[in-house]
Nanobody, 124 residues
Framework: QVQLVESGGGLVQTGGSLRLSCAAS????????MGWFRQAPGKEREFVAA???????DYADSVKGRFTISRDNAKNTVYLQMNSLKPADTAVYYC??????????????????WGQGTQVTVSS
């Protein structure tokens, strides 16, 4: 069982930055791949970024070059650094854990555990 708690969301102006954190419980964190997804009002949840247990990342095309995912296995934490934010990035951001740590999964169904989400709002 893995519990995930996101933090770091908030209100920011266009062009600003935020860093989201996701703290995980459990001793097996380092064996999990981790992902970030987001869901805007009236839209489906979508993939944002993921990182394998050894640190290989993948990104949605919409955030490449602006967002960076990283992990600190000693702190059981995964981060999402978001730069050059746009109003289109406004959404609830969710952290997720995939027990198949060697892959970088982009589909919701590939993840086993989810956090409760943190709101990110980008004003124009």
């Amino acid at each position: 069982q893995v519990q995930l708690v996101e933090s770091g969301g908030g209100l920011v102006q266009t062009g600003g930055s935020l860093r989201l954190s996701c703290a995980a419980s459990g001793r097996t964190f380092m064996s999990y791949a981790m992902g970030w997804f987001r869901q805007a009002p009236g839209k489906e949840r979508e993939f944002v970024a993921a990182i394998s247990w050894i640190g290989i990342p993948d990104y949605a095309d919409s955030v490449k070059g602006r967002f960076t995912i990283s992990r600190d296995n000693a702190k059981n934490t995964v981060y999402l650094q978001m730069n050059s934010l746009k109003p289109a990035d406004t959404a609830v951001y969710y952290c997720a854990a995939d027990h198949s740590g060697g892959r970088v999964a982009t589909m919701i169904t590939e993840y086993d555990y989810w956090g409760q989400g943190t709101q990110v709002t980008v004003s124009s």
